[in-house]
């Protein structure tokens, strides 16, 4: 089977007087319906590593590619547009439109690709809003409603272009135990139902057990890769970082 995104021999460094290396030689692919755990103490890469998955920033090294195809030679509009296609993204502030419901801020990236009517784009999110238990709160401004609430409207935006990758960057850091077990419950229903590959990064060991499989990073590199492969390096045989 094809990995739904695949990261192979990934680093990333940002330039400067002092280059920081946030990933170092990255190895690992995620499969259609897994549900994955990035985890890792404070400063190890983990939301790099997320957002090179998810196509928002290239690596210096190495390739990413989605559904097999390498991503190194897209232009910027290029992985604007496969981002749009394969992408969903839920990050641990939801970044609603204020001044849009619920329901109209669902509908948001359907506009942007275009697949659907005004009317069917109202009509999915109006399902995916059911689908995430909001039925009652779609009319709804991001202001009236909870922090849980809030949560779900923008993973119901995350499925609004129908992705195969939910990408989530500690989705549930600003809620309360109860809505951070009620949004890992959904991400696994979308991973065994809808077959479509979650990855989240999270500090919660407890809701990182939930998912088929947790990713280990210590210091931007994958110590253990949730198949059962621990890896040890040697500090001075590895080569030194682009750009350095």
Do not use: C
């Not at 590619?65 to 547009?81: N, P, R, Y």
């Not at 890992?184 to 989240?200: P, W």
């Not at 990182?208 to 198949?227: K, M, P, S």
Request: glycine content about 10%; charged content about 25%; proline content about 6%.
């Amino acid at each position: 089977m094809t990995p739904a995104v695949e990261a192979k021999n990934v680093t990333r460094v940002l330039p400067g007087t002092v280059p920081v290396t946030l990933v170092r030689e990255i190895d690992v692919a995620i499969m259609p319906g897994e549900f994955v755990a990035i985890t890792g103490p404070s400063g190890s890469g983990k939301s790099s590593l997320l957002y090179l998955l998810g196509l928002l920033d290239r690596p210096s090294g190495g390739a990413i590619s989605v559904h097999g195809e390498d991503t190194s030679g897209l232009s910027g509009d290029g992985l604007a547009a496969l981002r749009l296609k394969h992408v969903g993204f839920v990050f641990q502030f939801h970044f609603l439109l204020p001044e849009f419901s619920a329901l109209d801020n669902v509908v948001v990236p359907m506009r942007r690709l275009g697949r659907w009517t005004d009317k069917e784009a109202r009509e999915r999110a109006e399902r995916l809003l059911t689908e995430v238990g909001l039925a009652d709160q779609m009319r709804k401004r991001p202001d009236q409603m909870s922090g849980g609430q809030r949560q779900r409207v923008a993973i119901a935006r995350s499925m609004a272009n129908d992705p195969d990758i939910i990408l989530a960057d500690e989705p549930t850091g600003s809620l309360d135990q109860k809505n951070g077990h009620i949004v890992f419950e959904i991400f696994a229903r979308l991973a065994n139902d809808y077959r479509k590959s979650v990855i989240t990064v999270t500090h919660d060991p407890h809701l990182a057990e939930q998912t088929h499989r947790q990713i280990h990073l210590v210091d931007g590199r994958i110590v253990d890769d949730g198949n059962g492969a621990k890896r040890t390096f040697d500090e001075t045989a590895l080569p030194a970082p682009p750009g350095v």
